[in-house]
């Protein structure tokens, strides 16, 4: 589904009549999504789309968690120091290694360059193009708040 929206976005975005205010309205929308996406439902929702999707051509996802299947040998001269930040972690379904090793990173990952990207990272840009937005558009001129003209 992220796939779909951030491929529209980007066509979108490609056009050579986009202004940048329109511009920044549809990187609003594709991080409004990415938030969604965030969420335990969002992911159940990709997860269960995916399994679907692989089971229609035949793929059955691993049958246990990459890396726990055998149990690493701690070498003596560590024993001593063996505390849970030396350990590896655990994962107790298949289903959660998926949302916090691949799935959480992408989503994150894809926030924080679109925020690089087109917020920066005082969001002052964003604010003063969104009142020029206001101010240049006829239409926005009856519902531009105080605020926003006073930029």
Same mark, same amino acid.
């Given at each position: 589904?992220?796939?779909?929206?951030?491929? *529209? =976005?980007?066509? =979108?975005?490609?056009?050579?009549?986009?202004?940048?205010?329109?511009?920044?309205?549809?990187?609003?929308?594709? +991080?409004?999504? +990415?938030?969604?996406?965030?969420t335990e439902e969002g992911f159940e929702n990709i997860y269960k789309q995916a399994t679907e999707n692989a089971a229609s051509v035949g793929l059955d996802p691993p049958s246990e968690v990459p890396g726990q299947a #055998?149990?690493?040998?701690?070498?003596?001269?560590?024993?001593?120091? =063996?505390?849970?930040? %030396?350990?590896?972690?655990?994962?107790?379904?298949?289903? *959660?290694?998926?949302?916090?090793? *691949?799935?959480?990173?992408?989503?994150?990952?894809? %926030?924080?360059?679109?925020?690089? #990207?087109?917020?920066?990272?005082?969001?002052?840009?964003?604010?003063?193009?969104?009142?020029?937005?206001?101010?240049? *558009?006829?239409?926005?001129?009856?519902?531009?708040?105080?605020?926003?003209?006073?930029?």
């Open positions: 589904m992220c796939g779909m929206v951030t491929a *529209v =976005a980007s066509d =979108a975005l490609q056009q050579k009549d986009m202004d940048l205010a329109a511009a920044y309205s549809i990187v609003d929308g594709v +991080l409004r999504r +990415l938030a969604y996406s965030r #055998r149990k690493r040998k701690l070498p003596e001269k560590f024993k001593f120091a =063996a505390t849970s930040a %030396t350990t590896d972690h655990a994962f107790p379904t298949l289903q *959660v290694y998926y949302r916090v090793k *691949v799935y959480n990173v992408f989503v994150d990952t894809m %926030t924080q360059e679109l925020h690089r #990207r087109f917020k920066g990272g005082d969001n002052s840009t964003w604010e003063i193009l969104h009142a020029f937005h206001c101010l240049a *558009v006829p239409e926005n001129w009856k519902t531009a708040s105080i605020a926003t003209a006073a930029l």
